[in-house]
């Protein structure tokens, strides 16, 4: 939930408390804040920072989900009750962590990690949601199927490089940051890659994986998609409560 350069999400939420606490709404500011959609992403950053032994990973991860589940419940609390998640996403596929394996292939360390810190979030967030937000409806997005899927059939989405950079330098062009000296970039083809740097995806890869998250099945968000989340909420019709009983994947 942070990184360099970046403002925290604790940062985030007292700017957006300062907003509300001026906002002049009709029928009501409560109305507004209700009906409203709020997008959270967070969670690839943490796990840069994390450099300890793997042993120390669970308590790292729960530590990660708690902190998460928190700010969702100050957002509750200022008024929020439409809410969107964006899971952690296969970061041992970026380019940058690629480089550093033999062969180039996945560092499945940091993809466990990121499937453990996923499994938890859901598990947690639906017992708070339950206990502590109970007009609360959220929808998590999973990052990590949709990329994953786009990375074993990059045809079928109009990819055509999954692995290498857009811009960058070195092996996968993945060893420097795209803007560092002696980075270059793709000529007009930036559509047919997955990355545009050694961390970020391309404007391609979002549109993509947007439209699975807003219309794919439960392998791609739950317990709905973020369109019928938004649609069945603005109509105030139920929706169906998230599963309490999961098991965290295994690291």
């Known amino acids: 939930m942070q990184g360099n350069g970046t403002l925290t999400m604790t940062t985030q939420i007292r ?16 109305a507004m804040l209700a009906q409203s959609f709020f997008l959270l992403s967070g969670g690839g950053n943490d796990f840069s920072a994390f450099s300890g032994p793997i042993g120390n990973a669970p308590a790292y991860i729960a530590k990660m989900v708690s902190t998460y589940i928190g700010h969702i419940q100050d957002l509750y609390n200022l008024g929020a009750r439409m809410v969107g998640i964006l899971d952690v996403p296969p970061v041992g596929c970026t380019p940058g962590q690629r480089v550093l394996m033999p062969t180039g292939e996945c560092n499945e360390v940091a993809n466990s990690l990121a499937r453990w810190f996923n499994s938890l979030l859901r598990i947690e967030l639906a017992g708070s949601a339950a206990a502590y937000m109970p007009e609360l409806k959220y929808s998590i997005a999973n990052n990590y199927n949709i990329l994953t899927d786009m990375m074993a059939n990059p045809l079928v989405t109009g990819l055509r490089e999954v692995k290498t950079a857009c811009c960058g330098a070195g092996k996968l062009m993945g060893e420097k940051m795209c803007g560092d000296p002696g980075t270059t970039m793709c000529a007009d083809n930036h559509d047919e890659y997955m990355f545009w740097d050694m961390l970020h995806a391309t404007e391609a890869t979002v549109e993509r994986g947007s439209l699975a998250l807003f219309h794919g099945d439960a392998n791609y968000a739950d317990p709905v998609n973020f369109r019928t989340l938004v649609t069945q909420k603005k109509k105030g019709s139920s929706l169906p409560v998230a599963p309490n009983k999961q098991q965290v994947a295994d690291a």
Not at 15 to 30: G, H, I, N, Q, T
Request: hydrophobic share 40%; with cysteine; charged share 40%.
């Open 15 to 30: 700017y957006f408390k300062r907003a509300v606490d001026r906002m002049v709404c009709l029928p009501s500011k409560e």
